[in-house]
């Protein structure tokens, strides 16, 4: 351990005092519980952890969490959405990423695989399961909506044919996920996506990641708000809507910069 390791602690131990009357709140009634939906919360720090490999820490890993909660049916399209969470974890991923969409993608993939087991045993608990063909009873039964921050990775799974990566591994994994989205309850491939398919994928601000502390060290005061009202809103803070008009008016300046700098470069060769 370092000093920077034992202030950490000691910073852990100090919240864990001073939150140790917070809870999680489930308000009674508000969701039914044989008419909503899993949605599962999944997100990526990549290449900020580092982890003991054969008695030394290596740098350049990367962390991924996940929450699996139950949300009303109208959060597919909705905001806002009551929920009940079930399941949460927080992990070093076991792989070197070489990119933040590897990271997420990983992230995405065990995040994914735990829902269907546990929308599975949700569906078992109603009476409904087919255990001889569980994946495809359940997938009938309940819809699964996946949320990430990680606007590359929904462009991949929503895109109408497969985008290829470098990473042959990574390529297969995307198109394992993005088989699912494109799947009715079936397990017959549709021409077009629609509200009624049994797995969706959503992008959301990462100002509304519920499980970003998670993933990194920082502040924890959203996701304890959250558990503690029971309610998860998903309309980006303000901040993060100014930051973003902000990023895009840098982007634009940017290109018009390197655009006047090529039309003074060609008009110097023609002369």
Excluded at 39 to 62: F, H, M, Y
Excluded at 119 to 146: C, F, I, P, T, Y
Excluded at 153 to 182: N, P
């Amino acid at each position: 351990a370092t000093l920077k390791d034992l202030v950490f602690a000691n910073k852990t131990v100090a919240d864990a005092k001073e939150f140790s009357n917070h809870g999680i709140f489930y308000q009674a009634g508000i969701l039914d519980f044989n008419n909503c939906i899993l949605c599962t919360i999944s997100d990526a720090s990549w290449s900020n952890e580092k982890q003991l490999v054969k008695g030394k820490l290596e740098p350049l890993r990367s962390q991924r969490a996940r929450m699996t909660v139950l949300a009303h049916k109208d959060f597919l399209k909705g905001m806002e959405t009551p929920f009940y969470p079930i399941a949460w974890q927080s992990t070093i991923v076991k792989r070197v990423c070489r990119s933040t969409l590897q990271a997420e993608s990983y992230g995405m993939t065990a995040a994914v695989e735990e829902g269907m087991r546990l929308r599975a045993m949700l569906v078992d608990a109603r009476g409904l399961l087919d255990r001889r063909k569980w994946e495809r009873s359940s997938r009938g039964q309940m819809q699964h909506l996946w949320l990430t921050d990680c606007k590359s990775l929904e462009d991949h799974l929503l895109s109408d044919s497969l985008t290829k990566t470098d990473d042959k591994r990574l390529s297969v994994d995307i198109a394992a996920l993005r088989q699912l989205i494109w799947q009715n309850a079936d397990e017959e491939d549709q021409e077009e996506l629609s509200a009624e398919l049994p797995d969706q994928i959503r992008w959301i601000d990462t100002s509304k990641m519920l499980v970003d502390c998670l993933t990194k060290d920082m502040k924890t005061n959203y996701l304890r708000d959250t558990l503690k009202s029971g309610i998860y809103n998903i309309v980006p803070t303000a901040e993060s809507e100014v930051t973003k008009l902000a990023k895009q008016k840098y982007r634009r300046m940017k290109s018009q910069s390197l655009e006047q700098a090529e039309e003074v470069e060609e008009d110097v060769e023609n002369d």
